[in-house]
């Protein structure tokens, strides 16, 4: 059960999902995420073709013919209605921490991001997770599976959630640094290895890695995802 101050704090968040064909994903998340009637949901739908609007009555469905998580998160923002943007994945695990942990935090800071927890059981898995957040919290920089949430002010400060199809969660991060460190909670999100088991877990971090460098030195975003989505 939710302590009040967390529970105050869900009416000022909005959870914003882009998705594209993860209808089972999709239920799973919103099951979970409809156990707290406080929270507004907005999901993003990038074109897919498994119906994902049939699943939930509760949550707000909005419809785009451009896929692209970064654009369908920046869209799902403008619709949102609360002062707080939570994002998630549609392969998220949210438990109870995490949802009393936001609760509680967005009283005291401008925006954050959750400690990851891979849902599979190999070694490798919880090097990456370890690696993944001793990383963001050295360098202020955060992944999209560690549900990073934002005030809506900050990210006016910044001009808007980045309208990009690909590292939309690096270059969110690199502005907002600027503003203010992100609070990281030890509360850990559940976040799928499907990326991983499907492209091989050695494969896909050093892929990952090099498009991370790529951008850094100035590749396009819209290349980057044209090129990573060929290879999926």
Not at 31 to 40: I, K, V
Not at 52 to 62: D, G, H
């Amino acid at each position: 059960m939710l302590s009040e101050r967390a529970q105050a704090g869900l009416s000022k968040i909005a959870v914003v999902i882009p998705v594209l064909n993860d209808r089972d994903h999709l239920r799973r998340l919103l099951t979970t995420l409809e156990r707290h009637p406080d929270l507004e949901l907005v999901v993003v739908d990038g074109g897919s073709s498994d119906n994902p609007q049939e699943i939930s009555s509760r949550a707000t469905f909005i419809q785009t013919t451009k896929p692209g998580r970064g654009r369908q998160v920046a869209l799902g923002i403008k619709q949102a209605t609360r002062e707080w943007i939570w994002v998630l994945h549609a392969d998220s695990f949210v438990h109870e921490e995490n949802v009393e942990s936001i609760g509680t935090a967005i009283s005291q800071v401008r925006w954050g991001r959750f400690d990851v927890s891979l849902d599979g059981s190999r070694w490798e898995f919880r090097m990456i997770e370890t690696l993944m957040n001793w990383r963001s919290r050295f360098t202020s920089i955060c992944t999209g599976d560690q549900g990073m949430f934002f005030h809506q002010d900050i990210l006016k400060q910044i001009g808007g959630f980045p309208d990009q199809p690909l590292m939309e969660d690096v270059e969110v991060s690199k502005r907002l640094r600027k503003l203010a460190k992100p609070y990281c909670s030890n509360s850990r999100l559940g976040a799928s290895t499907r990326k991983w088991e499907a492209d091989g877990t050695f494969r896909t971090v050093l892929r990952m890695w090099r498009y991370r460098i790529r951008y850094y030195f100035g590749a396009s975003p819209d290349v980057l995802y044209s090129e990573y989505y060929r290879h999926r």
